[in-house]
């Protein structure tokens, strides 16, 4: 478990490495910090943070774990997904496995912004932002406990997609 928390960890300071990149490419090219103007549309705001960093993290994680059966993270910690029936990772297989990985951050992602949207309008916050918020830290707390009560420390997301991550 602590090797497979610490591959994440490292494969999530390579995604922040690229946020950063990507906040400062926005900053150069707005020759500042962008500005919200009003009305902050939440779905294209949403829209907007998914094609440009929950996907392209999605297509680091499945890429790597379907071409090659692990990220540089894993790499590093020395551990692999393999699927559970011995053939060669399929793409849907791991596409499955990462979405449902990485779901939990999307409905974060969806509450932020609805957290945002009332703060520039100085409304209340509205129950859907606290409630996905909310969901979002249960479904990790899912997850870990989950992982950890298992006695193969599979997670949910390995037990749908029918993988296991294993020592190499």
């Excluded at 960093?53 to 071409?67: A, C, D, G």
């Excluded at 406990?145 to 997670?155: E, L, M």
């Amino acid at each position: 478990m602590i090797k497979r928390l610490s591959a994440f960890a490292i494969d999530l300071f390579i995604v922040a490495i690229y946020g950063l990149c990507l906040f400062l490419l926005i900053v150069l090219i707005n020759g500042g910090l962008p500005v919200q103007e009003l009305p902050y549309n939440t779905y294209k705001q949403q829209l907007i943070g998914f094609v440009s960093l929950v996907l392209p993290t999605l297509i680091y994680f499945v890429y790597s774990e379907w071409r090659f059966g692990r990220t540089f993270g894993k790499k590093l910690m020395g551990i692999r997904v393999i699927s559970i029936d011995g053939k060669k990772n399929r793409f849907g297989q791991i596409a499955i496995r990462n979405i449902l990985k990485f779901l939990p951050w999307e409905i974060a992602h969806f509450g932020v912004h609805q957290f945002i949207a009332a703060n520039l309008t100085q409304n209340e916050i509205p129950m859907i932002a606290l409630a996905s918020s909310v969901f979002a830290q249960l479904f990790v707390l899912f997850y870990l406990g989950f992982t950890i009560w298992h006695n193969q420390s599979r997670t949910p997301y390995d037990l749908v997609a029918r993988t296991r991550v294993l020592n190499d």
